[in-house]
T-cell receptor, first 114, second 113 residues
């Protein structure tokens, strides 16, 4: 049981380049989330999805887009990367009605934009 | 605006000590308060969680104390060990709104042998 898998684990981008981060979960969870983690700022929600084909904005959505075409996958896209998007990105998943089990997080993607 | 405020930012204790990490929130609609533990290079992992209808919850050496009237909750680690050295995050959520979690800024704990 792999849980939540994020790819890639590391990436360096030049300013203006685009990329897609992939999150896959094998727990049949309805909800999926993308967070960014920055020093001194904790984890901030970028976008989330409560089901296949649905997405919603979180606290810091600007500069990112997401898609949830399949229940098990949640993609995070950066259309034109900026140095301010240098961060560690975490994907998570959970299920409604099972809130007491919290989120399951992936191991993160460290992105550097130069 | 930080929905959940966490302190201290860092904490150093001797082995066997009892580190305490505090969090405060404003939104009274929050109904689930988890704590996450994160080791370097890893994603956060659920440590312990509490609902606002109880004032304390213990799981092994970890205890959450919850003060609903003060809108505060804290994590106590009994008999701390060097292996507890990690970053700890508190969080709050409203379970009926897509399980969106609002995280504190984290506390880096170091337990000295």
């Amino acid at each position: 049981n792999a849980g939540v898998t994020q790819t890639p684990k590391f990436r360096v981008l030049k300013t203006g380049q685009s990329m897609t981060l992939l999150c896959a979960q094998d727990m049949n969870h309805e909800y999926m989330y993308w967070y960014r983690q920055d020093p001194g700022m904790g984890l901030r929600l970028i976008h989330y999805s409560v089901g296949e084909g649905t997405t919603a904005k979180g606290e810091v959505p600007d500069g990112y887009n997401v898609s949830r075409l399949k229940k098990q996958n949640f993609l995070l896209g950066l259309e034109s990367a900026a140095p301010s998007q240098t961060s560690v990105y975490f994907c998570a998943s959970s299920s409604p009605g099972r809130g007491l089990s919290g989120y399951t997080f992936g191991s993160g993607t460290r992105l550097t934009v130069v | 605006q930080q929905q959940v405020k966490q302190s201290p930012q860092s904490l150093i204790v001797q082995k066997g000590g009892i580190p305490i990490i505090n969090c405060a929130y404003e939104n009274t609609a929050f109904d689930y308060f988890p704590w996450y533990q994160q080791f370097p290079g890893k994603g956060p992992a659920l440590l312990i969680a509490i609902r606002p209808d109880v004032s304390e919850k213990k799981e092994g050496r970890f205890t959450i104390s919850f003060n609903k009237s003060a809108k505060q909750f804290s994590l106590h680690i009994m008999d701390s060990q060097p292996g507890d050295s990690a970053t700890y995050f508190c969080a709050a959520s409203m379970l009926n709104t897509g399980n969106q979690f609002y995280f504190g800024t984290g506390t880096s704990l170091t337990v000295i042998p």
